[in-house]
């Protein structure tokens, strides 16, 4: 063996005789830099070119310390309309998940149900969200329902179609073992199907809540009073690009925390 073939496993080995403390550090470590500091270096470089942009194209975005400034500057404007958006953003990912897995659940168990439950729900998924939001402005007024229902269709397919995908997806050979046990229909779906459908459902889940926020958002370009979109919308009238870029960042933001919240989740409830 070469001396260039040999000094991969003499590092290996060299790290295999570190006390096991050392190790887990320089795991800990290893996944900070890995999960940490790539994705600030590509924060970093965004803020230079957001920054140079900036100052070539000034009509293009704001200098990122204009948009420090005006966030600094009201708080609490803000956080008033993030927390008016997630709220009706939430309240809608709960119907419409709890919809799909109710009607993945059906499907499942009930294959005729596909056939008429599918077209329905691709012709609500297809529907663009800017065209429902005026027609439910003008049947329910301009309160928070039309937000919470356009963030519940929103969040409805994706979740719909991991549940129908996840439920499916169980090991033949697992399945068989629980029909040799007489296991009941009930017992295969919460021993078996849920269990086995865990992660399509984790998934789905992400889909959504990144759905029901778009759709909340985008629900409040029309007429609405409050929420991060009217304050968008607000800024796009009287040409404030500050403001406009600060609720944006706020929606995103918001956004990734509810992503990292789900990822949470997943990691403690499916552990496997």
């Known amino acids: ?155 409805f397919f994706p979740m719909l179609i991991n549940s129908i995908t996840g439920l499916r997806s169980v090991d033949p050979q697992a399945l068989e073992v629980f029909r040799a046990m007489a296991a009941s229909s009930r017992e295969i779906f919460l021993r078996l199907r849920i269990p086995s459908s865990l992660p399509y459902l984790f998934a789905g889940l992400r889909l959504s809540v990144t759905a029901a926020m778009v759709g909340a958002v985008v629900s409040e370009f029309t007429g609405a009073s409050r929420g991060i979109g009217a304050v968008i919308v607000s800024a796009t009238t009287y040409l404030n690009l500050p403001q406009m870029w600060a609720a944006i960042l706020f929606s995103a933001v918001t956004t990734l925390c509810l992503l990292g919240i789900i990822g949470l989740l997943e990691r403690v409830i499916v552990r496997w």
């Open 1 to 155: 063996m070469s001396d260039i073939d040999s000094a991969p496993s003499e590092a290996a080995s060299a790290q295999d005789r570190l006390p096991a403390s050392r190790r887990q550090a320089m795991g800990i470590a290893k996944d900070l830099a890995l999960h940490v500091g790539a994705p600030l270096l590509l924060f970093l470089l965004l803020a230079v070119a957001w920054e140079w942009t900036a100052l070539t194209f000034t009509s293009v975005l704001p200098p990122i310390h204009e948009v420090s400034e005006d966030i600094a500057s009201r708080p609490d404007f803000y956080l008033e309309n993030l927390l008016s958006t997630v709220r009706s953003a939430m309240i809608g990912l709960v119907i419409g998940v709890t919809a799909a897995l109710v009607l993945g659940a059906a499907i499942v168990h009930f294959t005729f149900l596909r056939a008429a439950i599918m077209p329905v729900a691709l012709l609500l998924n297809v529907t663009p969200i800017v065209a429902i939001a005026p027609a439910l402005v003008v049947a329910f007024g301009f309160s928070d329902l039309p937000r919470i229902v356009i963030a519940a269709v929103s969040a």
